[in-house]
């Protein structure tokens, strides 16, 4: 296993610099002054010289690999130019609304992973009944709805009708509480910091803003999960030891939680980076509809209005941010199921 | 399995043969579309036609059996049109980089080693970005439209055929028959024409199959968010777009505008619920661990 994660450590310099050229290659298709807000550090740039000293200044007009040099030793020091969208340096406007992001996402996660796996189990053990037919239809549906159709439709009935979940991040009112001096943002994650000021009112607004979104990406992901919890599931009860056990007079209760689940989730832990990867696409969906100021929504506004040094940089963050949680999954699997180890 | 058994276990089964009938559906639609739908001006049949310049959607009467949308860009025209841009699209992409993946999987387990290594980082490497994440970037990048939008998914569209004919090619490059051709003498070529993609193809049609609905649901998300498809082209994506500003209806009355959302939505859904039964019901067929 240790020369496993050593391999896979030594890829990822690789993997890291094929990404950057990846992403600066793409950014060299568009022409120098468009170029140019990916280095400027302020729009106070532009004004003061004229476009063509400041190409000259940046070297927008050198040879490929110069130029990546130049720009990449700057990503390094996190300078990702000035995002007209945002009104800030990337590297802010990011850092401003990652917490956002992160509590969306970890949120999710929870109902998504629980919900879909205990579909798949009870999918599996009802295997061929009407009732594995009706969650594997429920399944294939839900994979089939775009999250935007799917995310409008519930902003119609539970904002629009029955107004129980409103759109955004916080009601007015609570987010005048968390900017006033009373309030300490610890860890800008508004139920966290709600828990340790314990302002409930606060926790409450702020669920209430999380539930749709997150109800919004669960249905997509159910479906996913399900499929391959049934699938591993079908066959692990199958094996030779789930048949001892029930020989033995164990309760098929226990059977199925205790026995068969357990090995049945290895093949879950494979996919999960391949989840994280849809989830933080679908984000961008998500938060776009819901107005939910994080980086998803921030990426698909300034990708709207043309913000080249908002939408690279976060490509770049996005997939950094990918590549180190996949290395995580890899590791956490070899360490889950010895028969990698040997490979 | 032959490929005559796979297509009577495939109709058959009734969810898959649910899922060919929606797809013939859509077939006639897009075949038909000048009939269904006859373009105002036939030399741009793409371009949605507008009944006034008013922004508040209108609700389904006589003229216009869906309504009009936003700006007055007419419902079922969009829809029935769109079903070509959506077929357009899901084909080329889907075909384009299903071709890319297999020439690339091949080569990477055929002939292994340094051409593996180098073939698989690159194929890491493109997919160290989330896809809807990649597409976007590159659409931006490259400007709005049609044949942008397909750049960007076949560019980040093609790893998974390769990972996954890769793992196959690699099953089946050991088995007696592929070893029997090389000793007879024939090419790499031929082996690998003849007898390896023959016998790893099913999986690589199944995920083609599912990844028609995914490719038509990126395309018409770009659309959605305004990166994709120029305003007023006849695609699904765009046709929601249309209802973001009008879904919470006015006072009173949430649901005023329900059908600028809902005919567009059951069209894409039906779309990509047609191609995701079909391939279900063949990865079904093909699992062996799922066989009694």
Request: proline content about 4%.
């Amino acid at each position: 296993m240790i020369n496993y994660i050593i391999r896979r450590l030594l890829i990822l310099p690789v993997i890291l610099f094929g990404v950057s050229v990846l992403v600066f290659a793409m950014l060299m298709l568009v022409g120098p002054y468009q170029r140019l807000s990916t280095y400027i550090k302020s729009p106070a740039e532009l004004k003061t010289a004229n476009l063509d000293s400041l190409v000259e200044k940046y070297g927008l007009n050198d040879p490929f690999h110069q130029q990546y040099g130049r720009w990449i030793s700057g990503v390094l020091k996190g300078d990702f130019g000035w995002s007209e969208t945002a009104g800030a340096t990337v590297t802010e406007a990011v850092l401003q609304r990652f917490p956002a992001t992160l509590e969306l996402a970890l949120l999710a996660l929870i109902p998504v992973i629980m919900g879909g796996i205990n579909l798949g189990v009870f999918s599996a053990v009802h295997h061929n009944d009407p009732w594995d037919h009706v969650t594997r239809v429920f399944s294939i549906v839900g994979w089939s709805i775009p999250t935007f159709v799917f995310g409008l439709v519930v902003l119609m009935i539970f904002y629009g009708v029955l107004g129980w979940f409103p759109p955004g991040r916080l009601s007015v009112w609570a987010s005048d509480i968390i900017r006033s001096s009373e309030f300490v943002q610890y860890t800008h994650l508004n139920i966290i910091d709600g828990l340790l000021n314990a302002n409930l009112k606060v926790v409450g607004d702020a669920i209430r803003h999380l539930v749709a979104p997150v109800f919004s990406i669960s249905i997509l992901w159910w479906a996913y999960i399900l499929r391959i919890t049934r699938s591993s599931m079908l066959e692990t009860l199958r094996k030779d030891y789930i048949r001892t056990a029930r020989s033995k007079g164990v309760k098929e209760r226990v059977v199925v939680k205790k026995h068969a689940r357990k090995n049945a989730l290895i093949p879950v832990v494979t996919v999960a980076g391949h989840m994280v990867l849809g989830l933080l696409g679908g984000l961008v969906i998500t938060e776009t509809i819901f107005g939910y100021q994080g980086l998803g929504q921030f990426f698909a506004s300034a990708a709207s209005q043309l913000d080249y040094a908002a939408v690279l940089g976060l490509a770049l963050y996005f997939g950094f941010l990918l590549i180190l949680i996949n290395l995580c999954v890899d590791v956490s699997y070899a360490i889950i199921d010895p028969r990698i180890r040997l490979e | 399995m032959e490929w005559q058994e796979v297509l009577i276990n495939l109709l058959r089964n009734k969810i898959s043969l649910l899922g060919i009938f929606i797809i013939l559906f859509f077939v006639i639609i897009a075949v038909f579309a000048p009939w269904i739908a006859p373009p105002a001006s036939p030399r741009d049949p793409y371009m949605i036609p507008r009944a006034g310049w008013s922004p508040q959607p209108k609700p389904p009467n006589e003229e216009h059996i869906f309504g009009t949308s936003e700006n007055q860009y007419d419902i079922f025209y969009g829809i029935i049109w769109g079903t070509r841009t959506a077929f357009r699209v899901g084909l080329i992409v889907v075909g384009i980089s299903t071709f890319i993946g297999i020439t690339i999987g091949t080569i990477s387990a055929f002939y292994g080693g340094m051409v593996d290594e180098v073939m698989m980082r690159v194929t890491d490497i493109f997919l160290s970005m989330p896809f809807l994440v990649a597409a976007i970037v590159l659409t931006t990048i490259l400007g709005k439209g049609l044949d942008n939008v397909m750049i960007a998914l076949v560019t980040f569209g093609w790893m998974s055929t390769a990972r996954l004919m890769r793992s196959q090619v690699l099953e089946i490059k050991t088995e007696e028959f592929v070893e029997a051709a090389e000793a007879l003498g024939a090419s790499d070529m031929r082996i690998i024409m003849r007898h390896v993609l023959l016998n790893t193809i099913f999986p690589v049609v199944i995920n083609a199959s599912m990844r028609m609905g995914s490719i038509v649901i990126t395309a018409s998300s770009l659309s959605f968010l305004g990166v994709g498809a120029p305003t007023g082209y006849a695609d699904w994506g765009q046709m929601i777009s249309f209802s973001r500003n009008w879904i919470l209806g006015t006072q009173g009355n949430a649901l005023q505008f329900w059908y600028t959302v809902v005919f567009p939505g059951v069209a894409i859904t039906l779309f990509c619920l047609s191609w995701n039964l079909v391939g279900d019901a063949f990865r079904d067929i093909l699992d062996p661990k799922l066989q009694n």
